[in-house]
């Protein structure tokens, strides 16, 4: 798997944390420090406390390793392997080679050949994509598993697997030829632009830097190029027990773990001498300190890099100091950015960021979409960061940001001991990576505290300062159409923008929770029952709202609230189209007379937030709280329903950007895919339907207000409550917030549930077209199932077949054909809609491949329907679902969303409770009888997205498609 860095919409700039990555957990027993060979390796020449709650040491082979005890998620524990050898290890003709390497390793080895690392994890319950994976970046490539029963057997089983993988890799030519089309369709499923991106980003921002030619992908030439001798020489040369780390988390004895380690993994042995490491180059400047990407439907959007050499220095407790005083200096006028924006401004966002990548540069860059013009778009940006860099920030300014970041802290030493396996493992990876180190929570805090008193307003100025030294600033400019005048042009308009008089700052309001509209008085209380074997308690007030709660403590500190009201999509029209594109901007639009900035100000410091979502049966308003915060957030939400506001501004802002990017839907198969697939998945229902750039043009605030207004003050309110705060607790929150309200009128009933099916049988896909690679194409097949709240174990059945249907598409669409890089299927089905339910699949693969997944999937449904799994088959599937279902129960996320309908239908109590045995339950002749009676009861359906000048090609088996669009 390859992270791509770059992204037209979205580039990765964020200033690192005054330590990059926490780590929290309980204490592992004492080992004498040299017993475990260089146990100081990750703080080394840092002041920083050392965690002690981590375990570290090296192997005389040099393999360092880190293990620390956790205890959730309870019984399992996450594995990392961290190969210090990524694309920058790779010579010019071995660009890509790091990557494929990461796909050979699961290709099999000396002891588990061909597949059996994959059927060996899956009958550990371990699903591969989800708990055994692995990434190559431009610096390492790491591996990951994330155990689900970590007995000793089973993780020593995991150990000799992974230590083969680092080891004894087979690499044959057969193995080669059979991974290199997956490689490749990994390669061509990136969309286009994020290509184009990439390869002008890089060369212009990290001149002189072996980054600027390195994508982790490769290219076609270098993977068509490699051979299982060239692999096999780079596998030797780069994967060595002195460039491995192998970090241990979970719920297991630390004693035992580093036993196993050091038992799988000491006699492992690098092959010829150990390689020195490349020249990473240093920043240079570039010939062309401007480029401009041209690339139709683009949003006008201009990036500013400065980039600077790699500080290798250890963290210390002054470098953190500093880095604090950046993070402050970038929020700061990030929140300055931003207000522009949402007043009248020439630009639709605009902010800055900075990275610091080991052996690459640190960089900060200035990122900034436009609603039309993007020179007068960054000339307002550049004002306001020559303000910033002119003039210190003000103390209230400083403050406000501080204020943030202690909640922050406070919160990671609240949710320290119920922090997952997994975050710890990739967190200490992250900090491997980055040269960086761990620390407790505690440690993080108190270095915090310490560093405030510094945070004055010319020590955080000067802080701005060092982010905007180094080369620079070098411009690049994605505009729709190749921007007039060209590079002569660009150089001018940068040169003006650096030469843009400050900004004027603007006075702010001082809002706080006083300026909220009063709600009525307190409600009361009429009923409580308890569901007792599933911990819950349902409230019902006067007015005739309900409260739904569970208390738990598997995030300590952490309480979920969710606010449901109305019908959602179902009390909605299928006839007309809605502005449910808007919705986001519901819960942004403030309340009463307070607008997104005064919610902004009113919320500084405080663990409250607020969104809106619509599901196909309610509206909902929600967020994450704590204890201490519960009764405001409470008010919040409930005064958002008494008395919302509407901020015109948002939306014509909200508006322009949904503009500004709608061709990017066209761009790829896959954009062209999410833009279609609900619609098609539901026919003639306008509700879910694209909606056409004419509709959003059209739309005005005042619509936006006739829309949702009337929505937000319908049907009684139904209040979830889950997390670490007790039930008397949240109901004295309840009483003088959503309790408070005044009985609210039931919403118009809605229209007919059942006419909602998915599409009718057709033996011809329908098609789409998209205009990106040609390379590129998207296939989808399904049949019709049922939805509703009745027969749900034959939904589950139906579900476990979908997870048995995706390992076989992956295994003869992959895994044999090369034909995509990551095929799925799932079953989907409403419980509202009760003639609603489909049995899907979908792949991105090449036009000329369409076909073969027709057949194959065709095939793989037809069997499942006629013949039993085998057991072990069976098994494969049914154990890593189990054990998804074990975790998902001991999270608030699960039990925050599985709550829903409990006040008013008792077959959703069911639902939740037979959850896990209705898995454990199934047989292979439950799944077969399932397929047969829903799924192969009638014919299938489908759909393909094509390139333009392939969309009259057959897409079906000696059929041309139809529909097309």
Same mark, same amino acid.
């Given at each position: 798997?390859?992270?791509?860095?770059?992204?037209?919409?979205?580039?990765?700039?964020?200033?690192?944390?005054?330590?990059?990555?926490?780590?929290?957990?309980?204490?592992?027993?004492?080992?004498?420090?040299?017993?475990?060979?260089?146990?100081?390796?990750?703080?080394?020449?840092?002041?920083?406390?050392?965690?002690?709650?981590?375990?570290?040491?090296?192997?005389?082979?040099?393999?360092?390793?880190?293990?620390?005890?956790?205890?959730?998620?309870?019984?399992?524990?996450?594995?990392?392997?961290?190969?210090?050898?990524?694309?920058?290890?790779?010579?010019?003709?071995?660009?890509?080679?790091?990557?494929?390497?990461?796909?050979?390793?699961?290709?099999?080895?000396?002891?588990?050949?061909?597949?059996?690392?994959?059927?060996?994890?899956?009958?550990?319950?371990?699903?591969?994509?989800?708990?055994?994976?692995?990434?190559?970046?431009?610096?390492?490539?790491?591996?990951?598993?994330?155990?689900?029963?970590?007995?000793?057997?089973?993780?020593?089983?995991?150990?000799?697997?992974?230590?083969?993988?680092?080891?004894?890799?087979?690499?044959?030519?057969?193995?080669?030829?059979?991974?290199?089309?997956?490689?490749?369709?990994?390669?061509?499923?990136?969309?286009?632009?994020?290509?184009?991106?990439?390869?002008?980003?890089?060369?212009?921002?990290?001149?002189?830097?072996?980054?600027?030619?390195?994508?982790?992908?490769?290219?076609?030439?270098?993977?068509?190029?490699?051979?299982?001798?060239?692999?096999?020489?780079?596998?030797?040369?780069?994967?060595?027990?002195?460039?491995?780390?192998?970090?241990?988390?979970?719920?297991?004895?630390?004693?035992?773990?580093?036993?196993?380690?050091?038992?799988?993994?000491?006699?492992?042995?690098?092959?010829?001498?150990?390689?020195?490491?490349?020249?990473?180059?240093?920043?240079?400047?570039?010939?062309?300190?401007?480029?401009?990407?041209?690339?139709?439907?683009?949003?006008?959007?201009?990036?500013?890099?400065?980039?600077?050499?790699?500080?290798?220095?250890?963290?210390?407790?002054?470098?953190?100091?500093?880095?604090?005083?950046?993070?402050?200096?970038?929020?700061?006028?990030?929140?300055?950015?931003?207000?522009?924006?949402?007043?009248?401004?020439?630009?639709?966002?605009?902010?800055?960021?900075?990275?610091?990548?080991?052996?690459?540069?640190?960089?900060?860059?200035?990122?900034?979409?436009?609603?039309?013009?993007?020179?007068?778009?960054?000339?307002?940006?550049?004002?306001?960061?020559?303000?910033?860099?002119?003039?210190?920030?003000?103390?209230?300014?400083?403050?406000?940001?501080?204020?943030?970041?202690?909640?922050?802290?406070?919160?990671?030493?609240?949710?320290?001991?119920?922090?997952?396996?997994?975050?710890?493992?990739?967190?200490?990876?992250?900090?491997?990576?980055?040269?960086?180190?761990?620390?407790?929570?505690?440690?993080?805090?108190?270095?915090?505290?310490?560093?405030?008193?510094?945070?004055?307003?010319?020590?955080?100025?000067?802080?701005?300062?060092?982010?905007?030294?180094?080369?620079?600033?070098?411009?690049?400019?994605?505009?729709?159409?190749?921007?007039?005048?060209?590079?002569?042009?660009?150089?001018?308009?940068?040169?003006?923008?650096?030469?843009?008089?400050?900004?004027?700052?603007?006075?702010?309001?001082?809002?706080?929770?006083?300026?909220?509209?009063?709600?009525?008085?307190?409600?009361?209380?009429?009923?409580?029952?308890?569901?007792?074997?599933?911990?819950?308690?349902?409230?019902?007030?006067?007015?005739?709202?309900?409260?739904?709660?569970?208390?738990?403590?598997?995030?300590?500190?952490?309480?979920?609230?969710?606010?449901?009201?109305?019908?959602?999509?179902?009390?909605?029209?299928?006839?007309?189209?809605?502005?449910?594109?808007?919705?986001?901007?519901?819960?942004?639009?403030?309340?009463?007379?307070?607008?997104?900035?005064?919610?902004?100000?009113?919320?500084?410091?405080?663990?409250?937030?607020?969104?809106?979502?619509?599901?196909?049966?309610?509206?909902?308003?929600?967020?994450?709280?704590?204890?201490?915060?519960?009764?405001?957030?409470?008010?919040?939400?409930?005064?958002?329903?008494?008395?919302?506001?509407?901020?015109?501004?948002?939306?014509?802002?909200?508006?322009?950007?949904?503009?500004?990017?709608?061709?990017?839907?066209?761009?790829?198969?896959?954009?062209?895919?999410?833009?279609?697939?609900?619609?098609?998945?539901?026919?003639?229902?306008?509700?879910?339907?694209?909606?056409?750039?004419?509709?959003?043009?059209?739309?005005?605030?005042?619509?936006?207000?006739?829309?949702?207004?009337?929505?937000?003050?319908?049907?009684?309110?139904?209040?979830?409550?889950?997390?670490?705060?007790?039930?008397?607790?949240?109901? #004295?929150?309840?009483? &003088?917030?959503?309790? $408070?309200?005044?009985? @609210?009128?039931?919403? %118009?009933?809605?229209? !007919?549930? =059942? /006419?909602?099916?998915?599409?009718?049988?057709?033996?011809?896909?329908?098609?789409?077209?998209?205009?990106?690679?040609?390379?590129?194409?998207?296939?989808?097949?399904?049949?019709?199932?049922?939805?509703?709240?009745?027969?749900?174990?034959?939904?589950?059945?139906?579900?476990?077949?979908?997870?048995?249907?995706?390992?076989?598409?992956?295994?003869?669409?992959?895994?044999?054909?090369?034909?995509?890089?990551?095929?799925?299927?799932?079953?989907?089905?409403?419980?509202?809609?009760?003639?609603?339910?489909?049995?899907?699949?979908? #792949?991105?693969?090449? &036009?000329?491949?369409? $076909?073969?997944?027709? @057949?194959?999937?065709? %095939?793989?449904?037809? !069997?499942? =329907? /006629?013949?039993?799994?085998?057991?072990?088959?069976?098994?494969?599937?049914?154990?890593?679902?189990?054990?998804?279902?074990?975790?998902?129960?001991?999270?608030?996320?699960?039990?925050?969303?599985?709550?829903?309908?409990?006040?008013?239908?008792?077959?959703?109590?069911?639902?939740?409770?037979?959850?896990?045995?209705?898995?454990?339950?199934?047989?292979?002749?439950?799944?077969?009888?399932?397929?047969?009676?829903?799924?192969?009861?009638?014919?299938?359906?489908?759909?393909?997205?094509?390139?333009?000048?392939?969309?009259?090609?057959?897409?079906?088996?000696?059929?041309?498609?139809?529909?097309?669009?």
């Amino acid at each position: 798997m390859i992270p791509i860095r770059a992204l037209i919409l979205a580039l990765a700039t964020c200033l690192a944390a005054p330590i990059p990555a926490f780590a929290q957990g309980g204490a592992s027993a004492p080992v004498q420090a040299q017993a475990r060979g260089d146990a100081d390796w990750l703080y080394r020449g840092s002041d920083i406390a050392r965690d002690p709650s981590w375990r570290f040491g090296t192997l005389p082979n040099g393999l360092r390793y880190a293990i620390r005890r956790n205890a959730r998620p309870v019984g399992q524990v996450s594995i990392r392997i961290r190969i210090d050898a990524g694309s920058l290890e790779e010579a010019d003709n071995e660009r890509g080679w790091a990557h494929f390497m990461e796909h050979m390793a699961f290709r099999g080895t000396e002891h588990f050949p061909g597949d059996q690392a994959r059927l060996t994890w899956e009958r550990l319950g371990a699903s591969f994509g989800s708990d055994t994976n692995a990434q190559t970046d431009a610096t390492d490539t790491v591996y990951q598993l994330d155990l689900p029963h970590a007995d000793r057997a089973s993780l020593d089983t995991s150990l000799q697997v992974l230590a083969d993988m680092m080891e004894r890799a087979r690499i044959d030519p057969e193995a080669v030829a059979a991974e290199r089309p997956v490689v490749l369709a990994e390669k061509r499923r990136r969309p286009e632009i994020a290509v184009r991106f990439q390869e002008m980003l890089q060369p212009l921002m990290y001149s002189g830097l072996r980054y600027a030619a390195r994508d982790p992908i490769g290219t076609d030439e270098t993977l068509n190029a490699a051979t299982a001798e060239g692999l096999r020489a780079f596998y030797h040369r780069w994967y060595r027990p002195e460039r491995a780390t192998v970090v241990m988390v979970g719920d297991a004895d630390p004693a035992m773990m580093e036993e196993l380690l050091r038992a799988r993994f000491g006699d492992w042995q690098g092959v010829g001498p150990a390689p020195s490491d490349p020249d990473f180059g240093r920043p240079t400047d570039p010939s062309r300190t401007v480029a401009n990407m041209a690339y139709p439907g683009t949003p006008a959007t201009a990036i500013v890099g400065w980039v600077r050499p790699h500080d290798d220095q250890p963290l210390t407790q002054a470098r953190e100091r500093d880095f604090t005083a950046e993070t402050l200096a970038a929020a700061i006028v990030n929140r300055r950015l931003e207000a522009h924006a949402r007043g009248t401004s020439a630009y639709i966002s605009a902010s800055i960021g900075a990275s610091r990548e080991r052996d690459v540069a640190d960089t900060t860059m200035l990122q900034v979409r436009a609603r039309e013009d993007w020179q007068s778009a960054l000339n307002e940006a550049y004002a306001i960061l020559s303000d910033a860099l002119q003039t210190p920030p003000g103390a209230d300014e400083i403050e406000r940001e501080i204020a943030n970041l202690r909640t922050a802290v406070d919160a990671a030493v609240q949710t320290e001991p119920t922090a997952m396996s997994q975050t710890f493992a990739d967190r200490m990876v992250g900090a491997i990576d980055n040269g960086s180190l761990v620390a407790s929570a505690a440690t993080v805090r108190d270095n915090f505290i310490r560093n405030v008193p510094a945070m004055t307003p010319a020590v955080v100025q000067a802080a701005l300062h060092r982010l905007f030294e180094g080369s620079g600033p070098r411009l690049l400019v994605a505009t729709a159409a190749p921007v007039a005048g060209g590079e002569t042009a660009l150089a001018q308009a940068l040169a003006a923008a650096r030469a843009a008089a400050p900004a004027q700052r603007t006075a702010v309001r001082a809002v706080s929770f006083d300026d909220l509209p009063r709600l009525g008085p307190p409600g009361r209380e009429v009923s409580r029952r308890e569901i007792a074997d599933m911990g819950v308690t349902i409230v019902t007030f006067a007015n005739g709202s309900t409260l739904t709660f569970k208390h738990t403590e598997f995030d300590h500190g952490v309480v979920e609230v969710r606010l449901r009201f109305g019908r959602g999509i179902s009390g909605l029209s299928p006839d007309r189209p809605g502005l449910a594109w808007a919705q986001t901007l519901v819960a942004a639009s403030g309340v009463a007379d307070i607008d997104l900035e005064g919610l902004q100000r009113m919320l500084t410091g405080r663990r409250i937030g607020m969104g809106f979502t619509i599901d196909d049966d309610a509206f909902v308003l929600g967020s994450q709280t704590s204890a201490p915060d519960l009764p405001d957030e409470l008010r919040l939400l409930a005064t958002k329903l008494a008395d919302p506001g509407w901020d015109p501004r948002l939306f014509t802002r909200s508006q322009n950007e949904t503009l500004s990017s709608y061709d990017l839907q066209y761009a790829s198969a896959s954009a062209r895919a999410g833009r279609e697939l609900r619609g098609f998945l539901r026919p003639n229902d306008k509700r879910v339907a694209p909606v056409e750039r004419d509709v959003i043009a059209a739309a005005t605030p005042d619509q936006f207000r006739a829309f949702y207004a009337p929505l937000l003050a319908e049907g009684p309110v139904h209040a979830i409550i889950v997390g670490d705060v007790s039930l008397d607790d949240a109901v #004295a929150a309840m009483l &003088p917030t959503v309790a $408070a309200l005044p009985t @609210r009128p039931e919403p %118009a009933v809605a229209p !007919d549930p =059942a /006419a909602i099916r998915p599409p009718a049988p057709n033996p011809t896909p329908v098609t789409f077209t998209h205009r990106g690679d040609p390379d590129q194409a998207f296939a989808a097949i399904g049949w019709t199932t049922f939805g509703g709240l009745d027969n749900v174990r034959d939904q589950r059945a139906l579900a476990l077949a979908a997870n048995i249907f995706q390992a076989r598409l992956f295994e003869q669409l992959r895994e044999r054909e090369g034909a995509t890089y990551s095929p799925n299927a799932t079953h989907n089905a409403s419980e509202t809609f009760p003639n609603w339910g489909v049995f899907f699949a979908a #792949a991105e693969v090449k &036009p000329d491949n369409v $076909a073969t997944f027709f @057949r194959i999937a065709r %095939a793989i449904v037809a !069997d499942l =329907a /006629a013949h039993p799994v085998e057991a072990d088959e069976f098994a494969r599937a049914q154990n890593p679902v189990i054990s998804g279902i074990e975790r998902r129960l001991a999270t608030n996320a699960y039990w925050v969303a599985a709550l829903e309908g409990w006040d008013s239908d008792p077959r959703q109590i069911a639902r939740v409770r037979d959850y896990l045995s209705d898995y454990r339950g199934l047989t292979a002749e439950d799944v077969r009888r399932a397929v047969a009676t829903w799924v192969t009861d009638q014919g299938d359906w489908s759909m393909v997205v094509l390139p333009d000048r392939r969309a009259t090609t057959s897409a079906g088996e000696g059929s041309a498609p139809s529909g097309q669009q």
